[in-house]
């Protein structure tokens, strides 16, 4: 997800374009990026195009989509369909600051 992430926020994204973000707060080797982009292009995640001796990878799916996806996975593997027992789980083991506990609460009001 953390390449996933990089080129939602970018749009579209080359190796060097990526490695050079994830660089600035962790080292990874460039060629790991380069594995990485290709396995998700061919999980059909990321469209190819060439540029010139380069290659530009485009996100085929939205970040909603991909996200909504997994979470809705997550929470049925995880806490056997119940979306409270998450919510639970997260309220119980977190420090929740005021300001995000209002959040929550308006977010509830607006279901």
């Known amino acids: 997800m953390e390449i996933m992430n990089h080129l939602w926020d970018l749009g579209s994204g080359t190796v060097a374009d990526v490695h050079s973000r994830i660089n600035g707060y962790r080292k990874v080797a460039y060629t790991t990026i380069m594995t990485v982009l290709k396995k998700l292009a061919d999980k059909n995640m990321l469209r190819i195009e060439k540029?010139?001796?380069?290659?530009?990878?485009?996100?085929?799916?939205?970040?909603?989509?991909?996200?909504?996806?997994?979470?809705?996975?997550?929470?049925?593997?995880?806490?056997?369909?119940?979306?409270?027992?998450?919510?639970?789980?997260?309220?119980?083991?977190?420090?929740?600051t005021e300001s995000e506990i209002e959040e929550i609460k308006k977010l509830i009001e607006n279901l």
């Open 51 to 96: 540029e010139g001796l380069t290659y530009r990878y485009f996100p085929v799916r939205s970040e909603a989509e991909v996200k909504g996806e997994l979470a809705d996975s997550f929470v049925s593997s995880v806490f056997q369909n119940s979306p409270v027992q998450l919510v639970q789980n997260l309220v119980k083991k977190e420090k929740l």
